[in-house]
């Protein structure tokens, strides 16, 4: 996988065997949508690092971006990919879940192993915001994950501003 766009736009990424990449496409419609806002510093949370190649993609464009992975193996194949660009990450190696800071973010993608409840993810994410924030959730269309009735449930200052579909993916975009 390449980078798309940036100071880093056309680097390649090792994608390690256990995780589904986000498609360039995809990833490119996320920073699109992301200019709609403004955001304050600029701080990018990445729930479920995988590759790392959307913390990068936010790098490349000028995010400060934080990486959360749980699987030390993949989270070595983290550092390697932000090696290669002579960078070095702000990685964190913990289930996301659990993740404790007083750190609060502008953006918070979220890509989970999409069998996995929404529900805490949601939650987890909206702690971790900023009041102006924007939190982008990845979701698979065939698993009939209803993301409103999942706030509707939640009773939580968070809105669906958003749904799109590219391909089999579905992404939310979620606002306190």
Request: net charge positive; hydrophobic share 35%; charged share 25%.
């Amino acid at each position: 996988m390449y980078l798309t766009a940036g100071q880093y736009k056309g680097q390649k990424i090792e994608v390690p065997s256990n995780v589904k990449p986000t498609l360039s496409k995809t990833r490119e419609s996320v920073f699109n949508i992301l200019l709609q806002y403004d955001l304050s510093d600029n701080k990018f949370l990445n729930m479920f690092s995988g590759s790392a190649i959307m913390g990068l993609e936010a790098i490349s464009r000028g995010y400060c971006t934080t990486e959360i992975e749980i699987n030390p193996k993949t989270a070595a194949i983290i550092k390697n990919n932000y090696k290669k660009l002579k960078l070095t990450p702000i990685l964190i190696i913990c289930d996301c879940l659990k993740y404790k800071t007083n750190e609060k973010y502008d953006v918070i993608y979220a890509d989970p192993p999409w069998d996995m409840d929404y529900k805490p993810i949601i939650l987890k994410a909206s702690e971790l915001l900023k009041d102006d924030g924007v939190i982008i959730l990845e979701h698979d269309k065939t698993k009939n994950i209803n993301i409103q009735n999942i706030l509707d449930e939640l009773n939580i200052n968070i809105k669906l501003v958003k749904s799109k579909q590219y391909g089999r993916c579905l992404l939310a975009v979620l606002r306190k």
